[in-house]
C-alpha cells in the first residue's frame, strides 16, 4: 500500500512537473508573440514617418 502511494505521489508530481513546462511553453510563446507585435508596430510606425518624409521632399521640391 505504501508503494502505491508513493507511486501515485510521484505520478501527481510528474504531472505537475508537465503542466508546469506547459505553462512556461505557453508564457515563452506569448512573450515572443507580444515582442514581435512590437516589431511590427515599429516598423509600420518607421515606414509611415518615412512615407511623410518623402511626401514633404517632393513638396518641398515642387515649389
Avoid: M
Wanted: net charge positive.
Amino acid at each position: 500500500a505504501l508503494c502505491e502511494q508513493l507511486a501515485n505521489q510521484v505520478q501527481k508530481w510528474r504531472d505537475k512537473q508537465l503542466e508546469i513546462l506547459e505553462i512556461k511553453r505557453k508564457l515563452e510563446e506569448s512573450k515572443r508573440q507580444a515582442e514581435l507585435e512590437k516589431i511590427r508596430q515599429e516598423h509600420e510606425r518607421s515606414q509611415k514617418q518615412r512615407q511623410q518624409t518623402k511626401e514633404k521632399v517632393s513638396w518641398i521640391f515642387l515649389i
